[in-house]
Nanobody, 121 residues
């Protein structure tokens, strides 16, 4: 089984920055195969649909949502089985629970519990 844990959320003022982490762990196969998994970051605000923010596979991150493009950056450290979401120039409308999804065809699809980000003065 695979466990996914998001962390790094909190309260930040508008214009501030945060870096979220998505740490994945599992059996030996997963540890060695982590680099072949696609990781997607999502967020969900109260009363709104879950929004895909971007994804990263073996190369550069892709599919940034229009409202975070240029402000959010996804990166990964395969040695640590961790993917990061660097968020800059935060706005009150970025307030949401941020979640990551770790998936690979034939190997499963795994979610964490999320981490709360609140942007407020």
């Amino acid at each position: 089984q695979v466990q996914v844990v998001e962390s790094g959320g909190g309260l930040v003022q508008p214009g501030g920055s945060l870096r979220l982490s998505c740490a994945a762990s599992g059996n030996t196969f997963f540890i060695y195969a982590f680099s072949s998994f696609t990781i997607k970051w999502y967020r969900q605000a109260p009363g709104k649909q879950r929004e895909l923010l971007g994804a990263i596979s073996g190369g550069e991150p892709t599919n940034y949502a229009d409202d975070v493009k240029g402000r959010f950056i996804i990166s990964r450290d395969n040695d640590k089985n961790t993917v990061y979401l660097r968020m800059n120039s935060l706005k009150p409308e970025d307030t949401a629970v941020y979640l990551c999804n770790v998936a690979r065809v034939g190997a499963g699809d795994f979610w964490g519990q999320g981490t709360q980000v609140t942007v407020s003065s």
